[in-house]
């Protein structure tokens, strides 16, 4: 739980889950709404300054062009809860990729009271951990690797529906991986 990836994992789903509920609100009394916040969830999860701000394109929910960070403006102002919990992630965020350990659990200290108990339990969570954060944000060792190479794993075996043997799953990986050559 202490690596970069799953840090930045548990923000992700931690606001994801902040969307889904206030969506779900939002269902049957504003159907458009609704289905913005179905459509552009990943403009959500991304870095606010990472957004693109000057290329406008016409989307057909809004009926308009706009740049992508009109699009989270524009979410946000659904619900107050939702851009509290917004802010309060990309203020983690901020922290996290200028490795300010001490900015990032300033922040965990100051969560507003406007967020529900559970969004506020789950960052809160890094508490628990803050040794391991606070070296993780110190030392530039990622398990990375290791990650994509266990997905690149399940990926094969969830393609293959099944093995007969697992001597045919092992060769399938070698000769994926490149560790089988031809001969000449």
Same mark, same amino acid.
Request: charged share 25%; hydrophobic share 30%; net charge positive.
């Given at each position: 739980m202490t690596d970069r990836f799953h840090?930045? =994992?548990q923000m992700n789903r931690t606001l994801n889950q902040l969307r889904i509920q206030t969506m779900n609100r939002l269902k049957s009394s504003e159907? *458009? =709404?609704y289905r913005r916040l179905k459509r552009y969830w990943k403009l959500l999860l991304k870095d606010s300054d990472k957004l693109d701000i000057n290329c406008r394109a016409y989307h057909p929910l809004f009926k308009r062009p706009l740049s992508q960070q009109d699009i989270v403006d524009e979410l %946000? #102002? !659904?619900d107050d809860v939702l851009r509290t919990g917004y802010d309060t992630v990309q !203020? %983690? *965020?901020y922290a996290f990729s200028h490795r300010e350990h001490t900015l990032f659990f300033e922040y965990l200290q100051q969560l507003d009271n406007q967020l529900p108990h559970w969004f506020k339990k789950k960052l809160l969570f890094f508490n628990k951990y803050k040794e391991g954060i606070k070296n993780s944000f110190r030392f530039p060792y990622s398990n990375g690797v290791t990650e994509g190479l266990n997905n690149k794993l399940k990926v094969i075996k969830r393609v293959a529906y099944g093995y007969q043997n697992f001597y #045919?799953? $092992?060769? $399938?990986i070698y000769i994926i991986q490149g560790l089988i050559f031809s001969q000449q």
């Open positions: 840090i930045v =994992q159907p *458009k =709404q %946000l #102002h !659904y !203020y %983690l *965020k #045919h799953f $092992r060769s $399938r």
